[in-house]
């Protein structure tokens, strides 16, 4: 069974950093795309960054400059650095992995799911 585990959310000052990790278990997700999204109150679900297996990244606008996408596939683990936060950056931040992403940005091409984990910045 393919597990994704978030760790790293928390409440920050804006201006601040925090650095999220997603550990994957139950299979190789070396080839596969390994992304973050995240979702504010009362917003759809949003496309933040990804990242191929060949390393190439993306970033959805609002947070380029900002955030840094990376992966050990040694370790089956993905992270978001996160600098520079804004309030408009709280949200819950969920990783997802697809094993045949066509459109980075797109949520349905994702197969698996973390559970979440809270990104809250404080004005």
């Known amino acids: 069974q393919v597990q994704l585990v978030e760790s790293g959310g928390g409440l920050v000052q804006a201006g601040g950093s925090l650095r999220l990790s997603c550990a994957a278990s139950?299979?190789?997700?070396?080839?596969?795309?390994m992304g973050w999204f995240r979702q504010a109150p009362g917003k759809e679900r949003e496309f933040v960054a990804a990242?191929?297996?060949?390393?190439?990244?993306y970033y959805t606008d609002s947070v380029k400059g900002r955030f840094t996408i990376s992966r050990d596939n040694a370790k089956n683990t993905v992270y978001l650095q996160m600098n520079t936060l804004k309030p408009e950056d709280t949200a819950i931040y969920y990783c997802?992995?697809?094993?045949?992403?066509?459109?980075?940005?797109?949520?349905?091409?994702?197969?698996?799911w973390g559970q979440g984990t809270q990104v809250t910045v404080s004005s």
């Open positions: 997802a992995v697809g094993t045949s992403v066509v459109v980075i940005a797109n949520a349905l091409d994702y197969n698996y």
């Open positions: 139950g299979r190789t997700f070396r080839t596969y795309a």
């Open positions: 990242i191929r297996w060949s390393g190439s990244t």
